[in-house]
């Protein structure tokens, strides 16, 4: 009787310790580019401009690459596919597609002999 | 305590189903193997060197300056399309001086039922040590 009652009492406890997922994922540090073509922006001068994100980047990190002397044109992250790009005179959103995840189904092996 | 065996003893005939009125007497027996095979298949079409298949492991020599190619096939006997993406791993040795490089390393994206060879290229520079170097092969789709 004493063990049931101790375990009624563990499993009491680990629903009421349970938590539920939370809604919105945290930010990560490096905004993953992969995938991402292009973006667009339209603050500041010029009016608009279209360009290939070259590196990985986190708020505040990118330097336009077409103009690298406009350090002001940084991206204002706010979640993993979502970028508000601009400086200046204010921001202009793109939303890049979602990368697939891709999983692996074969595993090999090369042994190479260099005689 | 007494009252609870009596309740969960309770519950537990009104669970039960009504053999009597449901009998049956069964007079045929089988069995159904199903197998879930992965709808894009990896095999060996070509290259140089020695291809198991049964572990998926190749073997090849070379020499100082040569190169070397496995050539793989992805069969995509399924209805939907899949991006193949190959991959190796480490990319070179660690001096430099053997690589492996894919074909289509950034992913072929194959159609239902459509076929794609993919290429390993082994390439060995003139000035590589003797020895034996091993890389892991992968497909993600």
Known sequence: MRFLLILVILVAAGCVTEKPQPAVQPIPEQVPWNGVTQYDYKAGAPDQHTTQPTENTSEGGYTHPSYPSLDSYFPQVYNPHHFEVGGGGGYSTYTPPIPPTYTNFWTGSATVTVQ | ?141
Not at chain 2, 55 to 64: E, L, P, R
Not at chain 2, 77 to 97: E, L, M
């Open chain 2, 1 to 141: 305590m007494k009252y609870l065996i009596l309740t969960i003893l309770a519950i537990t005939a009104i669970m039960l189903p009504t053999t009597g009125a449901m009998a049956a007497t069964e007079f045929w027996t089988g069995t159904a193997a199903v197998t879930v095979s992965d709808p894009v298949a990896i095999s060996n079409t070509g290259g140089d060197g020695t291809y198991d298949p049964g572990t998926h492991a190749w073997a090849v020599s070379i020499v100082g300056g040569g190169t070397k190619t496995l050539k793989m096939t992805a069969t995509n006997s399924s209805t939907s399309a899949y991006t193949v993406i190959p991959s190796v791993s480490p990319a070179s040795s660690t001096d430099g001086k053997i690589t492996a490089v894919w074909s289509n390393a950034t992913g072929k994206y194959i159609a239902a039922g459509a076929t794609w060879e993919y290429t390993l290229t082994v390439t060995s520079t003139a000035d590589a040590p003797l020895g034996t170097y091993g890389f892991t092969l992968g497909f993600s789709k």
